[in-house]
């Protein structure tokens, strides 16, 4: 796969009349990993949504490759961007092995039907995320892991450089969340494919990400590798969380250890947060 150049300039975003992102620029390395963090409503998944040109911007331009994302007809940005939004649903009584098999329909035409080279790049993709002894269940009779794990696959078998994935996590138990940031990595790696993700829990896009992007109030406030955006100083102007870093024991990246008034000995002295505001 080629290094796509996936990048946003001026970019301001809104729902109805109500501003979440404004005059953000922002380019996304090639082949790596990328995550966006930050508090709740910050614009995380509104920019990925303008990202994937599921949301157009009021201002400012999404370019891929130097093409902004309005200009791209429909199919040929299906064949080079794939999204993965947060609790997709999927068609009742529908299997694995037709959910999969639909990530390939940007590539049928009229003039061209399925081919072996489809067929392989679903199998693949089956293989990759390991529900290939699934295929014939049917996805809502899966667990929450194995359902994400198709999706991905579905993803995978699009075949796509770029792939844009909200919250992955979200609703999983912490074996399935690993399984899936490790299948993520894996597609990373092996594939060269260029990710990016929401994520809400900051170990975990210290250990996964080789970028990452901190938003605070549908802005930019600092990005680049792990060790040089997860600060006490980051984490605390970001989430309002004050905390200690120290190396993970498994993958030395960044460990946020949060401080919380019950730990401190300031229990008594610190009203809650929301009694103030």
């Known amino acids: 796969m080629h290094d796509p150049d996936l990048r946003a300039s001026a970019l301001h975003l809104a729902y109805d009349d109500r501003p979440v992102v404004e005059n953000l620029d922002l380019a996304v390395p090639p082949g790596r990993i990328t995550a966006i963090v930050g508090a709740n409503a910050c614009g995380k998944s509104t920019l990925l949504r303008?990202?994937?040109?599921?949301?157009?911007p009021r201002q400012g331009t999404v370019r891929l490759d130097g093409r902004a994302l309005q200009s791209i007809p429909t199919r040929?940005?299906?064949?080079?961007?794939?999204?993965?939004?947060?609790?997709?649903?999927?068609?009742?009584g529908i299997?694995?092995?037709d959910?999969?098999?639909?990530?390939?329909?940007?590539?049928?035409?009229?003039?061209?039907?399925?081919?072996?080279?489809?067929?392989?790049a679903v199998q693949n993709a089956l293989n990759a995320t390991g529900v290939a002894d699934l295929a014939d269940r049917a996805v809502d009779e899966l667990s929450g892991g194995q359902r994400q794990r198709a999706w991905i696959a579905m993803a995978v078998a699009q075949g796509t450089p770029v792939l844009l994935l909200d919250e992955p996590t979200t609703f999983l138990d912490m074996a399935h969340q690993v399984d899936v940031l490790d299948l993520?990595?894996?597609?990373?790696?092996?594939?060269?494919?260029?990710?990016?993700?929401?994520?809400?829990?900051?170990?975990?896009?210290?250990?996964?990400?080789?970028?990452v992007i901190a938003m605070k109030s549908g802005r930019i406030i600092a990005e680049g590798t792990p060790a040089d955006v997860i600060t006490p100083e980051t984490v605390e102007e970001v989430f309002d969380l004050r905390c200690q870093i120290t190396a993970d024991p498994v993958s030395g990246t960044p460990l946020i250890i949060p401080i919380g008034r019950h730990h401190t000995g300031e229990n008594d002295l610190i009203p809650h947060r929301w009694a103030t505001r």
């Not at 303008?50 to 157009?56: D, E, P, S």
């Not at 959910?99 to 392989?120: C, F, I, M, N, Y």
């Not at 990595?185 to 080789?210: F, G, P, S």
């Open 76 to 92: 040929e940005l299906a064949q080079r961007m794939g999204i993965l939004p947060q609790a997709p649903i999927a068609p009742e």
């Open 50 to 56: 303008a990202l994937a040109r599921l949301l157009a």
């Open 95 to 97: 299997t694995v092995i």
């Open 99 to 120: 959910l999969v098999t639909r990530g390939r329909s940007p590539h049928q035409t009229w003039w061209r039907q399925w081919s072996k080279a489809d067929q392989e």
């Open 184 to 211: 993520i990595t894996d597609l990373n790696r092996r594939e060269n494919r260029t990710i990016v993700m929401v994520l809400h829990d900051l170990n975990q896009a210290c250990r996964y990400a080789d970028h």
